[in-house]
């Protein structure tokens, strides 16, 4: 029976982290939508709090310091613009691209049409019937 014990305590997976478990993956935590990222845009637009703290140093700092706090935000100038030139990208990805499609699909139908040999009312009539169900 001690044996028995050993062997299922052994056996056993230890358990793991809480955060392991409370962790929730789901498609959409990797997905941001519109919103979510209008929201990024904005706050880190609406963020100049450190460039008015930099400049307040500034009035105390001379030489290498003052050049070291001018540095620091002119770099983070440049990861907001990398951030908010990410978050467009993500945004134009996000807009609907069914429009180009339907488009496309028009444009196929009436290539077709074009090449077959029917009356021009039926023709027109089919590609009404067409745009009706795409638009």
Do not use: C, W
């Amino acid at each position: 029976m001690n044996m028995e014990n050993t062997f299922n305590q052994t056996s056993q997976p230890e358990a793991e982290p809480a955060a392991v478990h409370n962790t929730t993956f789901s498609p959409t935590a990797a997905e941001p939508d519109m919103s979510y990222i209008i929201r990024k845009i904005d706050q880190i637009m609406a963020d100049s709090q450190y460039i008015r703290d930099a400049l307040a140093q500034l009035e105390h700092a001379e030489g290498a310091a003052a050049m070291a706090i001018g540095n620091i935000v002119e770099n983070r100038e440049n990861t907001n613009q990398r951030m908010i030139e990410l978050l467009q990208k993500l945004l134009d990805n996000l807009k609907p691209q069914q429009l180009d499609t339907d488009v496309a699909k028009l444009d196929r139908i009436q290539q077709i049409l074009a090449a077959v040999d029917m009356d021009e009312d039926y023709k027109f009539d089919i590609l009404n019937q067409v745009i009706q169900r795409l638009f």
